[in-house]
């Protein structure tokens, strides 16, 4: 078996890295919308609409990012979403509602390339059989900055740090990122076409689209990202402040603890996936642990098992949510392993982007506009464990990927991807 290059292992930490910054970006809103909503003059349904317009960038750019990952390569590609991503670090910083709105769909755009350039190069470059395992790190790279986004930037906001200044920090970042990207990332062999760039595209995209397989994985990971993209990442904090009692400060550290089971689980699911050879059995039992975890937060006794334990545990569980992108991959003609993942990406957060403002609709209609309480939360997030056994139920409906079911393809080379 082919080992990869050390250019495509420095290639894949360095996407890794930057899917740990877009994570930052998407989740850093959760720990400031008290000051988010005094500085724009937004109700709490109307922060909430402003984060997530996040999604409406990821979602469709997701098709963008995967189709032009595999037309173009990395090299051409990944550099311009992270300074996309950086640009709209520095509008969403201003105190304008447009540009804040114009700056989170920047951050969206842009942060997609990293998710979809880290399994492309995993997929072109790495064993067939370390798969899973590798989808899981790089998840394990974006849950370590979604908790950063709210374990740190949480301190930093309560110690009086504006949030604007955070924003512009962050843009700087991303514009240095962007920079090593550039210069870090070896150049896309040319491969001469002889068909029209968008008819190849539509073509690619219509591959993926029609097989049910891809359309599959979409809606269970969607289902199984909602519980920590929405749930937590977004009304975390403020349901243990509002509905639990917590002070803001351990509600932020109880609410980091979902992504940090993340960085556990994410590689320790995709692990156990392979040495397994088989996808379902974990998928369906990581989101069987979620439907526990989620009915406890909803309707258990906070003070019933120890401090941090279930958001850990439900992290670690809703891990299983990146298996899909593996069986997706493994689903799909090997050279439109950029496309795949691009499809599934859209599917997943166009339903969080539909999603996420149905939940704060809800939220705004079922408590009167008043204070939320316990009860509020609990009629709001119910729907959320209906999806979690909806996705069970389509799981079974998979066709099983895994290693065990197939012989073990070679790599490719990272110079010829």
């Not at 850093?28 to 000051?35: C, D, E, I, T």
């Not at 642990?289 to 334990?309: D, K, R, T």
Request: with cysteine.
């Amino acid at each position: 078996m082919r080992q990869p290059t050390s250019q495509a292992v420095v290639a894949w930490l360095l996407t890794a890295v930057y899917y740990f910054y877009q994570y930052a970006l998407r989740t850093a809103p959760s720990v400031m919308l008290p000051q988010l909503s005094e500085s724009f003059a937004l109700s709490s349904l109307g922060v909430a609409s402003l984060v997530g317009v996040f999604y409406y960038g990821y979602s469709p750019f997701s098709l963008v990012a995967g189709a032009t990952l595999d037309r173009l390569g990395a090299k051409a590609v990944l550099p311009a979403g992270a300074l996309l991503a950086a640009i709209g670090a520095l509008l969403f910083g201003t105190s304008s509602v447009g540009a804040a709105n114009l700056g989170r769909f920047l951050q969206g755009a842009g942060g997609v390339f990293a998710l979809v350039g880290a399994v492309y190069i995993a997929a072109n470059n790495f064993p067939a059989n370390r798969a899973a395992t590798l989808i899981g790190a790089t998840q394990m790279f974006g849950m370590a900055g979604g908790s950063a986004g709210q374990f740190l930037v949480g301190p930093i906001i309560a110690s009086g740090v504006p949030w604007q200044s955070f924003w512009i920090g962050m843009s700087v970042i991303g514009a240095v990122l962007a920079a090593v990207l550039y210069f870090t990332l070896p150049a896309k062999v040319t491969v001469e076409r002889h068909d029209d760039w968008v008819k190849g595209t539509a073509r690619a995209l219509g591959i993926v689209f029609r097989n049910p397989q891809s359309i599959l994985c979409g809606v269970i990971a969607g289902l199984l990202f909602i519980p920590t993209t929405i749930l937590d990442m977004i009304w975390g904090v403020r349901f243990l402040q509002e509905a639990r009692g917590f002070e803001y400060g351990e509600a932020v550290i109880r609410s980091a603890t979902v992504p940090v089971g993340w960085m556990i689980g994410c590689p320790l699911l995709g692990i156990l996936s392979d040495r397994l050879g088989r996808r379902k059995p974990v998928i369906i039992g990581g989101a069987v642990v979620l439907f526990l975890c989620v009915a406890w937060i909803l309707y258990g006794h906070p003070n019933s098992i120890p401090p941090y334990m279930m958001g850990i545990v439900m992290g670690l569980a809703s891990g299983a949510a990146m298996l899909p992108y593996t069986v997706v991959k493994e689903s799909n003609p090997r050279e439109l392993g950029g496309t795949a993942t691009g499809v599934i990406n859209f599917v997943v957060f166009t339903l969080s982007a539909l999603l996420g403002p149905a939940f704060a609709w809800a939220m705004q209609t079922i408590s009167g506009g008043g204070h939320m309480g316990l009860e509020h939360y609990q009629t709001t997030f119910q729907p959320v464990l209906y999806g979690v056994g909806l996705a069970i139920f389509l799981t079974f409906l998979l066709k099983e990927t895994g290693p065990a079911m197939r012989p073990i393809s070679t790599t490719k080379n990272w110079r010829n991807t």
